[in-house]
């Protein structure tokens, strides 16, 4: 899960799909998040971003933002971008095709092929945070079904 500055999106996005795998006893997947830049790297997730989680029951206070890097495309099968610009700032540190398959737009798991990007609500207040929780909660939902049918296989 990526975004800017790995405190607000990239984090909730994580923490949610986390929670479901272990609702659902799925052990064998690794999901991490970073910030395609080095702002907040040690920081803490946004503190909006804390509460939103709390109000579903997910504590992101172990959360430290990091840096994307070049390692992310050997260690993960799939990497999410919260937005357009984040999405084409992952694809220019790919240096050959297969590491540039692994990127998709988180919210295409939605809405597939529309390239929507997930609102930054870093200017915004609590209804902003909540606006993106529900539309990674739904994201997250089509990945661990996705998850569950390759388990079947």
């Given at each position: 899960m990526v975004c800017l500055g790995n405190i607000c999106r990239s984090p909730m996005a994580k923490a949610i799909l986390i929670k479901k795998l272990n609702e659902k006893n799925i052990t064998r997947v690794e999901v991490d998040s970073a910030g395609t830049s080095d702002y907040?790297?040690?920081?803490?997730?946004?503190?909006?971003?804390?509460?939103?989680?709390?109000?579903?029951?997910?504590?992101?206070?172990?959360?430290?933002?990091?840096?994307f890097t070049r390692h992310d495309f050997d260690t993960f099968d799939l990497i999410y971008?919260?937005?357009?610009?984040?999405?084409?700032d992952i694809l220019n540190?790919?240096?050959?095709?297969?590491e540039a398959e692994k990127v998709k737009m988180?919210?295409?798991?939605?809405?597939?092929?529309?390239?929507?990007?997930?609102p930054d609500p870093w200017f915004g207040g609590?209804?902003?945070?909540?606006?993106?929780?529900?539309?990674?909660?739904?994201?997250?939902?089509?990945?661990?079904?996705?998850i569950q049918k390759e388990e079947k296989q």
């Open positions: 907040h790297s040690g920081g803490k997730a946004d503190y909006r971003t804390m509460e939103s989680g709390k109000k579903h029951g997910i504590d992101l206070s172990t959360h430290r933002a990091r840096q971008a919260m937005d357009s610009t984040n999405y084409s540190q790919a240096s050959k095709k297969e988180i919210l295409n798991e939605i809405n597939p092929g529309a390239n929507l990007s997930v609590e209804k902003d945070f909540e606006k993106v929780f529900a539309m990674l909660d739904k994201a997250c939902d089509i990945i661990l079904e996705k």
